[in-house]
């Protein structure tokens, strides 16, 4: 089977006050930020590899960002992703269309029986792109997929939707999927594996390789401004003995209309 | 990866599994491995590892999540080495960490191994935390930036990071100022030792952590590191020779031990308080200190120090080795190591649980806590001791 891993890039986020807008307001300041693969795309990373141990072929990593995203595509072959192709377009705050189309046009130039996203980005979070790119490639797409088994022309996918509940469904192949956390355990990426990963090879294009003109990727939606939530009221910490604490927790709450 | 490719495959098979791994030396508790102790299976000591590891290895068993957990539960305490009565010995913990490694390059390690691991390789410590705010610890102590003082004050990730810890990494630079110590921090600058990281298997980010810490020290001019952890002691004495990191390392007893020999500290406001001293496995086990912290405590007027049954090199490991401070593999039970020692400590009648390793501080506040001991135990890091017999606020 031969499989199609879309992957982007994403900061760390795991602490919201290390995040700040620049001065363009459409950006975040990069500098001093640790940078890895979006979490729902390291699923569908190990979605893939699952497959491929299980029923043999290739699996291509494809992304579309600027030089320094190389990084993930190396972490995705030392993960064990036979090939890594990068289309050298800056994406940042980019309409979702734009990067569709470009994928679009890759994936139509490779083997593909599937093609694998994740669910949604970490940072801008929109959920699009994997619709976007099987509508513009006339495949069957399914989202939110949280678990999948795979025969020789068809898969068979759950996906999940509001409360829990699942929903499941056969599909032909090609397909292109959604992949949602929790649908398998992403494997540890060792350093040693990202070493031997740095003597391999990628595959780097432009979008005019591909045919993609500068008046093709032209913007539907243009980013306005960035802004941080704005900081909400300070905790009010209640110290003392909890005979006294607890009355003045039940009077703060009462106060404020919670009960 | 088949036995025939393992590093250990001539001698693995030597263990018969005699069960002496699970003893202190003093033979006083079948249960002085830290993951036997919580679990009470032979799978989880060293012997039972041994032969999972072979069995994995020759193919007998696959790998599984348990099988993982099993390994990583194993805090490198050293307890079964230092028992083990066979030649081999030296390295049977050796290869634990070994077949770890082999899980490490397969990608196959607990959810939250790979959650440690992945901080360290992007922020430089297992909590996540950004490197930008690493320093933080220290605003307002006036502890200043190395700049060519005589020693390099090395706090490590719990120190930098750890609320409570923080306090320690804090008192102990106050304690060094008062003696008139020349000594300066990294800050933001500072990295992962990377002993965990070694001790978890992953030896390529152990390597690039010690080659990156050498250039460092080295580019700074540093000659002299001082510690605030047993766990940053024993890699940048023991590992990092081997990356021409040759350093003056001392753990910080060992220069409050030396401080107070040359007379350069005021203890005389004492510390009126039964002690029991917990020995942590990085400072005794795997480095044979055991006197320093003993000649420190007993220096400070006003001090009674009692031994707890299990002492020195029969120690009881916190549980907080080999990472499992953050992985927690032994926790969430009253048999959780730290919880066993706290209550041994407890029986002592001591009223101060004192530590001097930032892993064990931060495990036994909480098993104090989980033992409902917050009334008659406090546990107390050696240097605030020292600071509070200095008059230090």
Redo the contacts between chains.
């Keep these: 089977m031969d499989i199609i891993a879309c992957i982007k890039r994403v900061c760390d986020t795991s602490e919201a006050d290390a995040i700040k807008i620049d001065s363009s307001q459409r950006d975040i300041e990069k500098s001093g930020l640790a940078f890895k693969i979006n979490d729902w795309d390291e699923y569908a990373l190990e979605a893939a590899l699952q497959l491929k141990e299980k029923l043999g072929g290739t699996i291509t990593a494809v992304t579309v960002g600027p030089q320094e995203w190389n990084d993930i595509l190396r972490r995705a072959l030392a993960m064990g992703a036979d090939t890594g192709i990068r289309i050298d377009h800056d994406v940042a705050s980019e309409d979702p269309y734009i990067v569709a189309l470009i994928l679009k046009t890759v994936i139509q130039r490779l083997p593909h029986d599937l093609v694998l996203f994740g669910a949604q980005s970490e940072d801008f979070g929109s959920g699009q792109l994997g619709a976007m790119v099987a509508e513009m490639l006339g495949i069957p797409h399914a989202t939110l997929v949280v678990s999948l088994e795979a025969e020789e022309n068809k898969i068979h996918i759950s996906r999940e939707l509001e409360a829990g509940t699942l929903e499941s469904y056969t599909i032909e192949l090609p397909a292109l999927l959604t992949i949602h956390t929790g649908i398998n355990q992403p494997r540890y990426i060792s350093l040693g594996g990202i070493k031997k990963a740095m003597e391999k090879e990628l595959q780097v294009m432009s979008p005019n390789d591909l045919g993609l003109s500068v008046d093709m990727l032209i913007p539907m939606v243009k980013l306005k401004r960035l802004e941080l939530p704005p900081k909400g009221k300070e905790a009010e910490l209640i110290t003392g003995q909890p005979e006294a604490t607890a009355g003045q927790l039940a009077k703060t709450l009462k106060e404020a209309g919670i009960f | 990866m088949t036995l025939a490719d393992y590093k250990y495959a001539d001698t693995i098979h030597r263990c018969f599994r005699c069960g002496y791994c699970k003893f202190p030396v003093n033979w006083m508790d079948v249960n002085n491995c830290p993951a036997y102790a919580r679990f009470r299976m032979e799978t989880y000591s060293c012997g039972g590892r041994l032969w999972l590891t072979r069995a994995w290895l020759s193919g007998e068993i696959d790998w599984s999540d348990h099988l993982a957990e099993i390994l990583y539960s194993c805090t490198a305490c050293k307890n079964c080495e230092v028992k083990c009565p066979l030649r081999f010995n030296v390295d049977i913990l050796n290869m634990i960490i070994a077949a770890k490694s082999e899980m490490?390059?397969?990608?196959?390690?607990p959810?939250s191994?790979?959650k440690f691991?992945?901080?360290i390789?992007?922020?430089g410590n297992p909590y996540?935390?950004?490197?930008?705010?690493r320093g933080e610890w220290m605003e307002g102590t006036g502890i200043e930036p190395y700049q060519g003082h005589d020693f390099l004050y090395y706090v490590g990730c719990v120190g930098s990071y750890d609320t409570r810890a923080q306090e320690v990494a804090r008192a102990l630079g106050k304690v060094m100022q008062k003696a008139g110590v020349s000594f300066g921090v990294l800050g933001n600058d500072e990295n992962c030792d990377g002993n965990e990281v070694n001790k978890l298997g992953?030896?390529?980010?152990f390597e690039?952590l010690a080659e990156e810490n050498v250039a460092q020290f080295k580019k700074l001019g540093i000659q002299k590191v001082v510690t605030l952890s047993p766990h940053s002691y024993n890699a940048m004495k023991n590992d990092y020779p081997m990356f021409n990191g040759d350093f003056n390392v001392m753990h910080y007893i060992q220069l409050l031990d030396g401080l107070l020999g040359d007379d350069r500290l005021d203890i005389s406001g004492g510390y009126n308080a039964t002690v029991t001293y917990h020995d942590p496995c990085f400072l005794g086990r795997w480095n044979n200190e055991y006197e320093a912290p003993r000649n420190v405590l007993k220096a400070i007027p006003g001090i009674q120090l009692i031994e707890m049954e299990r002492n020195r090199d029969s120690t009881l490991c916190c549980g907080g080795g080999g990472g499992n401070f953050y992985i927690d593999l032994l926790g969430g039970s009253e048999r959780s190591p730290a919880r066993i020692r706290v209550r041994e400590a407890h029986a002592t009648g001591a009223g101060i649980l004192a530590v001097a390793c930032p892993n064990c501080l931060t495990m036994f506040e909480d098993a104090v806590k989980a033992e409902g001991l917050e009334e008659e135990l406090a546990v107390r890091d050696v240097s605030e001791i020292v600071a509070e017999a200095c008059g230090i606020k």
């Design positions: 490490v390059e397969a990608g196959r390690i959810s191994v790979k691991l992945e901080n390789q992007r922020q996540g935390h950004p490197r930008v705010k992953e030896e390529t980010l690039m």
